[in-house]
């Protein structure tokens, strides 16, 4: 597949002095069409839904041109649901059950996931989902991913509902968490790929971006067509709400990771943005349910959180989603959501980011401290272009449009960020959905496992010998199906496999302790965060980061010494090196 443009910057000039034109009402400016209700007419939460008049036609050019006129022909109505992008309840945009059909009232006063897309005039809709690993699982309020053929069918409702509106011909935003490893929203049907954390061990930026080409052109076939990913985080500290979601402690290491998944999903034709800046991993706590606080200096700033997101943006990002973080070296007190020293003297300013800053949850603890309403203008305008996640929609649509028409929220902000949420969807236009055969193709299973094998990492034992069987593979609990998988991947590798009495080895995942280790294990593997590994006496240990079966896959071809471990762990683990492999 050829590749979508990646450059953010090029409009940055041009964009800056046409908004500010399109915002100032200067003399001789047509007057702004009117498509939706008058000034005086009543917001969405006390009037029916207004009937769309149709598709604003989008005129030819590149596409910052392109968005820089239709946001010029918006009214002040679908300029505001231009940088909405909630989560609905259903797993079908039109046929709901009954309880989500009570949520979508209780959030939006609709009953449908396309009604909450007309009423609106909503730039994109995130689909949300969530498994019992998943540290952000807290914000998941309801889950719209079963299948691969119910998410496309989701979607084309979703773009069917949207292309009936005045900012139609503009390519509606469907966006998902799709991170791999512990946050992955499609699990079913798809290609997995080894966490973040997996492919900082690997160390192979050119692997990473195939396997991340490979995952852009599945979630492409089902019609998502934005993904919250990579994670740019730098694991600082021991955080369990990052953890194997980033690609390690080294921001030298990380960076090229970054830019590598970031310029293999966008060839695929699915915006990155890369998260969470200014850099959730400089701090253990969880920001889904606190204010962490950030305390480095700005020198450490520089130096280790913001080189990945550098080459991210570097590599084309088209977004970037800004964190709840309180970073006192720059704006003490304040989210980075929120902070304008962050998102537009920082980020843009300084770092040169020219396109679309989305927010980070607003149903996440530290948002929740304003009304929905009032937290949307904060956030729009701190430096945000898209609002994720309100957890009211009504309130926030209402906040938005009071404020514009008040003059709180200035109108060359909001038509700003319209005209980089469209640039972004236009960058987007005209690429064909990938065949649903896309999904699970042989070349994308071969680059996963490809990046799987480089990731296995020997931590103790001699270098790449090969364990003595037969051999009895354990794990903690409620690891049955990861345990079958590797055993079945041993005796395929030639190594007898007993249920007890051999030699054994012992697998450990997500959230395990020193207490799910096992004394008397030959081998043990850390299958996530890899610190697990510092507490066990067992003689030989190896780190795979990734719990799928093309990492078991690899973990057992190096058990049978038949490859060798040339993975490195991408953070310290005390009292151990990197690998016993050297070179």
């Avoid at 969405?44 to 946001?71: F, K, M, N």
């Avoid at 052109?217 to 919250?228: C, P, T």
């Avoid at 921001?251 to 998944?261: I, Y």
């Avoid at 190096?558 to 762990?569: D, E, I, M, N, T």
Wanted: glycine fraction near 12%.
């Amino acid at each position: 597949m050829g590749r979508v443009s990646t450059s953010p910057r090029r409009f940055g000039v041009a964009l800056a002095a046409l908004t500010v034109l399109l915002g100032s009402g200067c003399t001789g400016a047509p007057e702004r069409p009117r498509t939706g209700p008058s000034a005086g007419s009543p917001s969405p939460s006390s009037a029916a839904p207004s009937a769309s008049t149709g598709p604003v036609p989008a005129p030819s050019g590149e596409p910052g041109a392109r968005a820089t006129a239709l946001a010029g022909r918006l009214s002040d109505e679908d300029l505001v649901g231009q940088v909405l992008m909630p989560y609905a309840y259903g797993s079908s945009a039109t046929k709901v059950s009954a309880g989500s059909a009570a949520g979508n009232r209780a959030m939006a006063g609709v009953d449908t996931p396309a009604e909450m897309v007309a009423r609106y005039r909503l730039g994109g809709v995130i689909l949300v989902g969530f498994s019992a690993d998943d540290p952000t699982s807290s914000n998941q309020a309801t889950t719209n991913v079963d299948n691969p053929k119910q998410v496309r069918e989701l979607t084309t409702g979703l773009r069917e509902a949207a292309g009936r509106l005045p900012a139609g011909d503009a390519p509606f935003l469907i966006g998902t968490d799709q991170e791999y490893g512990v946050v992955t929203r499609l699990t079913n049907g798809v290609t997995p790929l080894p966490s973040a954390l997996a492919a900082g061990a690997a160390g192979r930026p050119e692997l990473t971006e195939a396997a991340w080409r490979a995952a852009g052109a599945e979630l492409a076939a089902v019609g998502i067509n934005l993904d919250f990913a990579p994670v740019a985080d730098v694991l600082a500290t021991r955080s369990t709400v990052i953890g194997s979601r980033s690609f390690g402690a080294d921001p030298q290491r990380a960076a090229p990771q970054v830019a590598g998944a970031v310029r293999g999903l966008q060839s695929a034709g699915v915006a990155a943005s890369v998260k969470h800046f200014p850099g959730h991993g400089l701090s253990p706590d969880d920001s889904h349910t606190e204010l962490p606080v950030v305390p480095q200096s700005r020198a450490v700033l520089d130096r280790t959180a913001f080189p990945p997101f550098r080459a991210g943006i570097d590599a084309g990002a088209m977004a970037v989603m800004s964190a709840h973080l309180d970073v006192t070296a720059v704006d003490p007190g304040t989210p980075a959501t929120f902070s304008h020293k962050l998102l537009t003297d920082v980020l843009r300013g300084q770092l040169g980011f020219q396109g679309v800053v989305i927010t980070d949850g607003m149903n996440m603890a530290p948002a929740k401290r304003w009304s929905p309403g009032e937290a949307a203008v904060r956030a729009l305008k701190a430096g945000n272009d898209l609002i994720l996640m309100t957890p009211n929609l009504t309130q926030a649509y209402d906040g938005l449009l009071a404020a514009l028409r008040d003059g709180s929220l200035p109108r060359a902000r909001l038509v700003d960020a319209v005209t980089r949420v469209l640039t972004m969807k236009f960058k987007l236009a005209g690429r064909p959905t990938p065949a649903m055969s896309t999904l699970e193709a042989p070349a994308h299973r071969q680059a996963a496992a490809a990046l799987a094998a480089a990731a296995v990492t020997q931590l103790r034992g001699a270098c790449g010998a090969p364990v003595r069987g037969p051999v009895t593979v354990t794990s903690s609990g409620g690891r049955d199906r990861t345990r079958a998988a590797l055993a079945e991947a041993l005796t395929a590798a030639g190594v007898e496999v007993v249920p007890a009495g051999g030699t054994v080895v012992h697998l450990v995942g997500y959230g395990d302790g020193a207490g799910d280790l096992r004394a008397d294990a030959a081998v043990t593997v850390a299958m996530d965060t890899p610190y697990v590994l510092a507490g066990t006496k067992s003689p030989t240990l190896y780190a795979t980061y990734s719990s799928t079966r093309a990492s078991m896959t690899a973990l057992a071809a190096v058990l049978a010494g038949k490859a060798r471990p040339a993975g490195r762990s991408p953070v310290p683990v005390s009292g151990l090196p990197a690998s016993t492999c050297a070179g």
